[in-house]
């Protein structure tokens, strides 16, 4: 078994090794395919555990002696980018006959109204163009802390409105990358969004008044790499669907 904690929540640390207890438990399931989510409570604080499917036994070799695993690096990547992310409790490992096994990744539950996937197509109105000006404006304090979101789509941008204001915060953060981005890679990271060409370009509008970098410039490669992703997504559901 490995496991790390919050320094934070130490306190919580008997909480964190019975954590397969408490999953298994619970019947408030949040998301559940090959990896599967929950709710939990403890200490009157809801919690979110993400459970993390075993890996194969390539995968297993992979993840034990040369890579760490999805359960870590969520941890890890949360404390280095504390206020973009739900708060993170810790992570726990547990491995079998020395390979790694089972593995979970525990955070403070957040309130999210929604996912940005919500309001995707949605009409024009002064509430979705607030929304997304914030959002433009959350992708770029991101991108200035050198945080490349690997898998930046719409379930993993969750949204909280407070007052007159929205809460951004990312989720599902175990592929990442920190490094100083260029207008090409800022622009390729709306891709995965799949955001409508006119919301595209109200996003890179205000991306670019708070950023300085050139509309004209910017919004072309906004737009291919978002129909490239596309492109590149409705063929594979074409072939998957051709071959049922």
Known sequence: MKFSINPKY???QKQLLDIESFFQASDDIVYQKRNSIKNIGFDAISWNVKSFAIPNLLNKLIYTFFRESKAKRSFDYS??????V???LGFIE?????????????????????TIREILFDDIT?????????????????????????DYS???????????EYIFK????????????????????FAR??????????????????????????????????????????????IKERFR
């Not at 079998?96 to 309130?111: D, E, H, Q, T």
């Not at 433009?136 to 690997?150: G, P, S």
């Open 154 to 164: 719409p379930g993993n941008i969750l949204i909280k409105k407070e007052k007159d």
């Open 94 to 114: 547990f491995y079998n006959l020395g390979l790694l096994g089972k593995s979970y990744f525990v955070s403070k539950n957040f309130p999210y109204d929604f």
């Open 86 to 88: 739900p708060e993170p």
């Open 79 to 84: 404390i280095k980018i504390a206020k973009f």
């Open 193 to 238: 969004v799949w955001l409508r060409d006119e919301d595209l370009e109200l996003i890179i509008e205000e991306y670019c008044k708070v950023s300085n970098y050139n509309y004209s410039e910017m919004l072309p490669l906004a737009l291919l790499y978002s129909q490239k992703h596309k492109d590149r997504a409705n063929f594979k559901k074409s």
């Open 10 to 12: 130490t306190k919580y």
């Open 170 to 189: 990312i989720v599902d953060i175990n592929r990442m990358k920190f490094r100083t981005l260029d207008m090409k890679a800022r622009a390729k990271n």
């Open 126 to 150: 002064d509430i979705k163009i607030a929304l997304l000006e914030e959002f433009a404006r959350f992708t770029y304090a991101l991108h200035q802390e050198n945080i490349e979101h690997l």
